[in-house]
């Protein structure tokens, strides 16, 4: 399996831009997690899923931010209109939503810069 | 979410055995003790969970208190490849929840 893939992995984008990224879990996988992260606050949960629908958003920072999952193989994460504060790494992570405690598998992130 | 607590940093020569140690005495009877680290520039892995017992899989082994308000993760030989930050989270046994995670400890490894 080719793990948890988003893309781009580097963006660089001007204030005011919009900013949309990408994953796609691993298949099979119903739970899917965004996080972010930046050196001040270290790891934190955005939004997650379970089977496409959003479970818990109360992590999203603001309005400017929205996720999405239209189907099972695929998620974004939008950030409208981006700010210098939003330069962080973003992670997605997927699970099996089976029994409980299933291991959490993270893509490699994507490295956001807003200038 | 229960909290733990880690130390910021530590060292380890290499091939030499790692014990990581993490404080939960808020632990609550559901949550399971998860060790997940990060390697640079990559993102979290999961190493190892438990919730009583001790625990051993290829990676690592999980030493738990026998009150469960303290655990040890263990490398039994470290190598280069694992420096990194090691993560100790609390998970509630209650269906598929997020993982909350601390500052973790940054092992060092030394050749």
């Known amino acids: 399996d080719a793990g948890v893939i988003q893309s781009p992995r580097h963006e660089v984008t001007e204030m005011g831009q919009e900013v949309t990224l990408r994953c796609k879990p691993i298949?099979?996988?119903?739970?899917l997690f965004w996080y972010r992260q930046t050196m001040m606050r270290g790891l934190e949960l955005l939004i997650y899923?379970?089977?496409?629908?959003?479970?818990?958003d109360s992590g999203m920072p603001e309005d400017r931010f929205s996720a999405k999952m239209p189907n099972a193989s695929f998620s974004t994460l939008k950030i409208q209109p981006s700010e210098p504060r939003d330069s962080a790494v973003y992670f997605c992570?997927?699970?099996?939503?089976?029994?409980?405690?299933?291991?959490?598998?993270f893509g490699n992130g994507t490295r956001l810069t807003v200038t | 979410d229960a909290k733990t607590t880690q130390p910021n940093s530590m060292e380890s020569n290499e091939e030499e055995p790692v014990h990581l140690p993490c404080n939960h005495s808020?632990?609550?009877?559901?949550?399971?003790i998860h060790w997940y680290r990060q390697l640079p520039s990559q993102g979290p892995e999961y190493v190892i969970h438990?919730?009583?017992s001790n625990v051993n899989n290829r990676m690592a082994s999980l030493a738990i208190a026998e009150d469960r308000k303290s655990s040890t993760l263990i490398l039994h030989r470290a190598t280069l490849r694992d420096a990194a930050v090691y993560y100790c989270?609390?998970?509630?046994?209650?269906?598929?929840?997020?993982?909350?995670f601390g500052k973790g400890t940054r092992l060092s490894v030394i050749a």
């Open positions: 899923f379970n089977n496409n629908v959003p479970i818990d």
């Open positions: 989270i609390l998970r509630r046994n209650s269906g598929n929840t997020p993982l909350v």
């Open positions: 298949s099979g996988h119903n739970s």
């Open positions: 438990g919730l009583t």
């Open positions: 992570a997927s699970s099996l939503q089976q029994g409980y405690n299933s291991p959490l598998h």
């Open positions: 808020t632990i609550s009877g559901t949550d399971y």
